[in-house]
């Protein structure tokens, strides 16, 4: 005949043997934990990185606007076509542009597919002129 010991009660009052399996919940906690702030982080990062490509691209939209103000007549087209043109090619859409004597002030809109692929936009001004 085999005897099986049971925990005395004294064991069972004092919670021996009840935390069985607690490092498997903390790991998958912790497991949790870094996903979520890791994903987190990956969204940011592409915000900023949308964010630095519709600064790009109002920094080459105001530069090309003024140097077409610069060059002869007949050789560059209207400054905010240059500048529209150029806010294309670099992903973005031109906002405003004004000229205002050899100056001209930009705002470019860059969309794109944010968090949970939701539609996001960045915008970004910059003005341009002679020095």
Known sequence: MTLHR???RLARRAGVGRDRGSATVWVVSLITVVLVVGGAV???AGVLVQHTRAVTAADLAAL???AAIQMPAGRAGAPCAVAA???ARNGGRLSTCTATGEVVDVSVTVEFRGLLGR???ATA???AGPA
């Open 119 to 121: 539609r996001a936009t």
């Open 64 to 66: 090309a606007a003024a």
């Open 85 to 87: 043109s150029v806010a």
């Open 42 to 44: 990956l969204a940011l």
């Open 6 to 8: 049971s925990p005395s």
């Open 125 to 127: 001004s910059a003005r």
